[in-house]
């Protein structure tokens, strides 16, 4: 078969993230050529997943030196006279990458062999024997039921691609941070918990009646518009008489789509988490099976469905432009004309902007436990809120062998956190959460920081050349959906951002 | 909804491109051969429900949709499968010799107790052969699995194929061996969760059957 690339493409897409994904599959689907480039041997970027052996590669890449791009002669020879020519970048998105086995995974441990005799082996080699087994999200996030994402891959059915689980346990701390404890979230929670009073369990009732009815129609409603730019708790405390953990059981945990909330933002995050309650269970949030890393790879696969072609660990060099717009892009040798060019941030040639700077500090520890045990495996969500600086968003996604995300018997734990004010607060909630006599033995830990924030197009960048945004510290992917579908309609506006397929007969 | 299955098979294609694998996957989907096909456009899965044994087995078959192409087969394509068809073109010496290195991409991300078997198609082109069947047949003891040499356009052995390996998954799920799961697999376990609803489509047309049990506030 022929391994070369096609000579005009209508769409030439660099970076296979989750956003160049979800509009890779888009543009294929409304009948547009895709031509859909990497340089990493692997699908998803800064969004992927990785097991244990691929991870130290990952880490390996990212470690390494940038190197100076330079234009080759057979790149030049491929310019006519009335074009130019600029490199793509290889912007930097991953720093500070720190990765230890701790003191804990050189204790040894009893375990059965095949025939049933008992051997004793250190944890790490346990661990790194089923290197396979691990699933660690580069970026970890949830699905709201009801949300953007759950929506565009219904409609698409590139939900027929993978599978999830519902995020079945909330957790926050209370009891004056000592303890962590699980938030009560629907009727029958709420009724039957232990750590509500009996006025308390009314009071969170009633809160929960009154957001309801604040989703209909919050003009009528009264006692909330002068808080509306105060803080949540200002307004859960004297309107609600809601204190204490009750109150922090709101803010931080049922409210954890708005970090930081005022009244306004707090009681919107608090409906669309009860919008997505009991939609696909009791939970309003779904996790991929095998990890985050799925998701692109599912939307990549609509895109080959529909033709689009994947070439990924190829070396991808520049852009060709004539009269400030995109022509062609130069890649593994070969130029390839195409009308439109859009890229991940790795790849967005300097010249054309930069992204606005910010930082989400992650954490991913390999435990030989969970931060909170229950007699059957949870996925959890934990809230750092009360033990970190609100704005930095921080929480703790844990799951196991049920996800698909580690072997039996062992969790990942997944940090994640804005960095404020040049500090990484992640270290602190680490210690505190780790630290004492009865925690889990952290025994794999690995730390670093991922660029986000917003591109920043300068004025010299083509009109037919975009970039999407970086992963972003926010829990669920709504923005990502928004982002890209926004990116589409202003390039396509006449066309169906990733409508239902075609009727399929059994 | 009745289910009108006892078993729900997953299956996948691989080899290289041009083997031929969504010929064989239309072959016994649709009985229907088609010489023009150029490169997959289109297909995702074909599913054809058969009979075993007295068991309804309805197979689900992936084809690769032209990933394959530049070697960029995701490893989510793997995922919960229980058997898979490497095929190669007994025209084409390259595919056969990458036969090697579908495997060994199989035995990184598929279930590690997935059943497998090793297809050489075109085997109507006897004058353009270049494979003899003892080679395949030797590499398939080499790794220790089924082999049958196929026509897809002369509906040469396509049926025998699919089921020879539905029923070999069939056998081992029945031995119990199914039930333990493996890297990338969910064979066995999922199937008996049913707190999962949220699977394939499933995940769409839940959407419709809960209610917020906020109403009840």
């Known amino acids: ?429 680490e210690e505190k959460l780790y630290d004492s006599e009865d925690s889990p033995r952290v025994l794999m830990r690995l730390r670093f920081a991922s660029a986000a924030g917003s591109f920043q197009y300068s004025e010299e960048s083509p009109t037919n050349f975009a970039v999407l945004p970086p992963p972003n510290v926010k829990l669920d992917y709504s923005d990502v959906i928004i982002s890209s579908r926004e990116l589409f309609t202003k390039f396509w506006p006449d066309r169906d951002f990733l409508p239902r397929g075609l009727p399929t007969v059994e | 909804m009745a289910r009108t299955y006892d078993y729900l098979f997953k299956l996948l294609l691989i080899g290289d491109s041009g083997v031929g694998k969504t010929c064989v996957l239309f072959r016994f989907s649709d009985d229907s051969f088609n010489n023009s096909f150029i490169s997959t456009i289109g297909i995702d899965f074909k599913i054809r429900t058969i009979d075993l044994d007295g068991k309804k087995i309805k197979l689900q078959i992936w084809d690769t949709a032209g990933q394959e192409r530049f070697r960029t087969i995701t490893t989510a394509y793997y995922r919960g499968a229980m058997g898979i068809m490497l095929v190669y073109d007994i025209t084409n010496e390259k595919s056969f010799e990458n036969i090697k290195n579908w495997i060994r991409n199989i035995e990184e991300h598929a279930s590690q107790d997935v059943e497998r078997m090793i297809i050489g198609n075109k085997c109507d082109m006897e004058d353009r052969r270049v494979v003899s069947r003892d080679r395949g047949q030797q590499l398939s003891i080499e790794y220790g699995t089924k082999f049958m040499e196929t026509s897809a356009k002369l509906n040469h052995n396509i049926e025998e194929a699919f089921y020879t390996l539905a029923r070999d998954i069939k056998g081992k799920m029945e031995r119990g061996q199914g039930q333990t799961v493996g890297v990338g697999g969910t064979t066995g376990r999922y199937q008996q969760d049913s707190t999962i609803a949220a699977q394939g489509n499933n995940l769409c047309k839940n959407r419709h059957t809960f209610h917020c049990d906020f109403i009840a506030f």
């Open chain 1, 1 to 429: 078969m022929d391994d070369s690339l096609p000579d005009h493409v209508d769409v030439v897409i660099v970076g296979t993230g989750l956003p160049e994904a979800i509009l890779a599959a888009a543009c294929s689907r409304s009948g547009l050529s895709v031509l859909h480039l990497d340089r990493n041997p692997f699908y998803g970027e800064n969004w992927a997943s990785f097991n244990l052996n691929t991870l130290d590669e990952w880490i390996g890449e990212n470690k390494k030196e940038l190197s100076e791009t330079t234009v080759s002669e057979s790149i030049k020879e491929k310019i006519q006279a009335d074009e130019s020519y600029i490199s793509f970048g290889d912007n930097r998105q991953i720093f500070d990458l720190e990765k230890q086995w701790t003191e804990d995974s050189a204790t040894e441990k009893v375990v059965k062999n095949k025939d049933g005799e008992e051997t004793t082996s250190t944890y790490r080699a346990i661990i790194e024997k089923e290197w396979r087994r691990f699933s660690i999200d580069i970026t970890p996030k949830i699905l709201l039921s009801r949300g953007t994402m759950v929506q565009t891959l219904c409609d698409s059915e590139v939900s027929k691609y993978a599978e999830f689980k519902c995020v079945n346990r909330l957790l926050c701390f209370c009891d004056g941070d000592k303890k962590i404890c699980r938030v009560p979230y629907n009727r029958s929670e709420i009724f039957e918990t232990d750590q509500l009073s009996f006025v308390d369990k009314r009071r969170i009732m009633k809160f929960m009646q009154f957001c309801l009815e604040w989703s209909k129609n919050q003009d009528e409603m009264k006692d909330w518009k002068e808080f509306a730019d105060k803080s949540f708790s200002e307004f859960l405390a004297t309107v609600h008489n809601l204190e204490g953990s009750t109150q922090r059981f709101i803010t931080d945990a049922i409210a954890i789509l708005e970090p930081n909330p005022t009244t306004l933002t707090g009681l919107q995050a608090v409906c669309r988490f009860i919008d997505s309650v009991g939609v696909f269970g009791p939970s309003p949030f779904l996790y991929p099976l095998y990890g985050c890393g799925e998701l692109p790879q599912c939307f990549c696969r609509l895109c080959a469905v529909f033709g689009g072609l994947y070439a990924l660990h190829l070396q991808v060099d520049g852009i060709i432009l004539k009269e400030n717009k995109v022509v062609a892009v130069v890649a593994g040798g070969q130029r390839v004309n195409c009308d439109h060019i859009i890229t991940s941030p790795r790849y967005a040639p300097k010249k054309f902007g930069t992204l606005s700077g910010e930082l989400v500090d992650r954490a991913i520890l390999v435990t030989d436990d969970t931060i909170l045990k229950e007699e059957k495996e949870q996925i959890s969500i934990l809230s750092l809120a009360s033990i970190s600086p609100p704005q930095c968003a921080a929480r703790l996604f844990e799951a196991g062998y049920e996800s698909c995300l580690a072997p039996r018997g062992y969790y990942l734990s997944q940090l994640t956190g804005a960095r404020r004010d040049d500090k990484n607060y992640l270290k602190e909630v």
